[in-house]
C-alpha cells in the first residue's frame, strides 16, 4: 500500500513539474513573438499611402488624413542649430523619452531643443532601453488587436522604427505620428510612441538617418540616432538625462 501510495505521489509531482515547464515555455514563446502591430508588425518597408480609406480605433471610424507624396519637397526647415538636415552632426543628436512623464526630448550634445508630450504603451508595453533608429517611413499601415481593442490605422505618418539587441527590428515598435486621437501625455498606444503629426515631422526631418526619400535606411556613413527609454528621467545641468529605473 506504501509503494502504491509513493508511486502516485511520484506521478502527480512529475505531472506538475511538465505541466510548469509547458506553460512557461509557452509564456517566453509568446514574449518573444509580441511585437507593436500583432497583425502587420513590419510586414511592407516601403512607403504605404491609400487612398478613399478609412481607419479603425476603439471600435470607432476615424478620417484618414490624405498624402501626396508628389507634393513634398526634399527639404524641409528642421531643430537645432542647423536649419537643413545635416549627416556632419548626426553623432551630436539623442532622443529621450520619460515614460513617467508622457514627455519627449531631443538632445544635440547636452543641450536640450526640443520637448513634448507623447503617448505611449498602455495596450502592449513600450520597451525601456537604448535604441537606435534603423529605418524611416514616411507612411505606412499598422494594424492589430481583437475585438473592441481591434484597430486599422493607415497612412501613419513619420515613422521611425527603433531596434536594439533585445528587441529585433521584426518588432516593430517605432515614433510616428497619430491622428487617431488627441490625448497626448497619457499611454494611448500598443507599443509605439504617438506623437502629434507636426511634432512627428519635426523629429522624423532633425534625426538621422538623413531622409530625402519617402523610406531611407540607417547605414554605416548615416546612423540612426540614439534612442532612450527611460521609466524615469533626472535632468542635470550641463551634463546628458539620466535614466532612473
Not at 542649430?81 to 551630436?92: A, D, P, W, Y
Not at 513634448?116 to 524611416?136: A, D, M, N, Q
Request: aromatic share 10%; net charge neutral.
Amino acid at each position: 500500500m506504501k509503494q502504491k501510495t509513493a508511486l502516485v505521489s511520484v506521478l502527480l509531482l512529475t505531472l506538475v513539474i511538465s505541466s510548469f515547464v509547458y506553460i512557461t515555455r509557452k509564456l517566453n514563446s509568446s514574449e518573444k513573438n509580441l511585437c507593436a502591430n500583432s497583425i502587420t508588425c513590419v510586414g511592407n518597408l516601403s512607403t504605404v499611402v491609400e487612398y478613399d480609406t478609412q481607419a479603425t480605433f476603439l471600435g470607432e471610424t476615424v478620417p484618414v488624413p490624405p498624402i501626396n507624396l508628389a507634393l513634398e519637397t526634399s527639404k524641409s526647415v528642421v531643430l537645432g542649430k542647423s536649419t537643413e538636415v545635416e549627416k556632419s552632426n548626426s553623432q551630436e543628436k539623442h532622443i529621450y523619452i520619460d515614460l513617467s512623464k508622457q514627455k519627449l526630448y531631443t538632445f544635440e550634445k547636452d543641450q536640450k531643443i526640443f520637448e513634448t508630450l507623447v503617448s505611449t504603451g498602455k495596450w502592449g508595453r513600450t520597451p525601456v532601453g537604448e535604441f537606435k533608429i534603423w529605418v524611416k517611413i514616411r507612411s505606412t499601415t499598422m494594424s492589430g488587436g481583437s475585438g473592441s481593442d481591434y484597430y486599422y490605422l493607415p497612412n501613419v505618418p513619420y515613422v521611425m522604427y527603433f531596434y536594439n539587441d533585445q528587441v529585433p527590428k521584426a518588432r516593430g515598435y517605432g515614433l510616428h505620428g497619430a491622428y487617431w486621437h488627441n490625448n497626448f501625455g497619457h499611454e494611448m498606444s500598443h507599443g509605439c510612441v504617438n506623437l502629434r503629426e507636426t511634432d512627428a515631422k519635426l523629429i522624423y526631418d532633425w534625426a538621422s538617418p538623413t531622409s530625402f526619400k519617402s523610406t531611407t535606411h540607417a547605414s554605416s556613413d548615416d546612423p540612426g540616432t540614439p534612442i532612450s527609454i527611460c521609466n524615469q528621467i533626472q535632468f542635470q545641468e550641463g551634463l546628458k538625462p539620466l535614466c532612473l529605473e
